[in-house]
């Protein structure tokens, strides 16, 4: 069991759009529907984003988005502001009945 | 409010045993699937363990034949047995509830974390 592989860091100036990939395998993200992405502040629990993909949470901004190519799902911040710096973490049900989270991708606003 | 609080965490020596709790308000431990995720010192979330509502289970390769899962209905609260504990677990736990409503593998709720340290 491999984590998910994300970039260790992006970053991007505030107003701008940033792109987290998430890539997988055909036993995990490219065969379900259930990719989830979490935000976690420094000190703080994970907080869920996105589920199914791209669908979010109620009272999750809209500014963040979701996507999925075969084995390779993605997170897309836009209009990114100061609160968006934090730890971004991907996770995948796979065939095996389990979970695995990504590697996690530091978001840094210039 | 819906809530969720671990506890049992500490100073534990390699070879030893340890049982984490989760006590869950707001929302019923045998009508959600419940899950474990941990954190080592600096690291990424690495997902443990899962206790669907039915009652079937499922670990992680690192803590499989190890760790158990459990829950009492009675007391609301699932637990994490660790046993033959290696410095490798030393970590912070949090419980987290997978909402079924989101397909069962999506984690909206999450507790504090209880952290676990795993040395001689």
């Known amino acids: 069991q491999s984590a998910l592989a994300q970039p260790a860091s992006v970053s991007g100036s505030p107003g701008q759009s940033v792109t987290i990939s998430c890539t997988g395998t055909?036993?995990?993200?490219?065969?379900?529907?259930?990719v989830s992405w979490y935000q976690q502040h420094p000190g703080k629990a994970p907080k869920l984003i996105l589920y199914?993909?791209?669908n979010r949470p109620s009272g999750v901004s809209n500014r963040f988005s979701g996507a999925k190519s075969v084995n390779t799902a993605s997170l897309v911040i836009s209009g990114l502001q100061p609160e968006d710096e934090a730890d971004y973490y991907c996770?995948?049900?796979?065939?095996?009945?389990?979970?695995?989270f990504g590697t996690g991708t530091r978001v840094i606003v210039l | 409010e819906v809530q969720l609080i671990e506890s049992g965490g500490g100073f534990i020596q390699p070879g030893r045993s340890l049982t984490l709790s989760c006590a869950a308000s707001?929302?019923?431990?045998?009508?959600?699937?419940m899950t474990w995720v941990r954190q080592a010192p600096g690291k990424g979330l690495e997902w443990v363990s899962i206790?669907?509502?039915?009652?079937?289970?499922y670990y992680a390769d690192s803590v499989r034949g190890r760790f158990t899962v459990s829950r009492d209905s009675s007391k609301n609260t699932i637990y994490l047995g660790m046993s033959s504990l290696k410095v490798a677990d030393t970590a912070i736990y949090y419980c987290a509830r997978g909402s079924i409503e989101m397909g069962g593998t999506a984690f909206d709720i999450w507790g504090q974390g209880t952290a676990v340290t795993v040395s001689s």
């Open positions: 055909g036993s995990d993200v490219g065969r379900y529907k259930f």
């Open positions: 206790l669907y509502s039915e009652g079937s289970t």
């Open positions: 199914d993909v791209s």
């Open positions: 996770s995948s049900y796979t065939t095996t009945s389990t979970l695995l």
């Open positions: 707001g929302l019923r431990v045998n009508s959600n699937y």
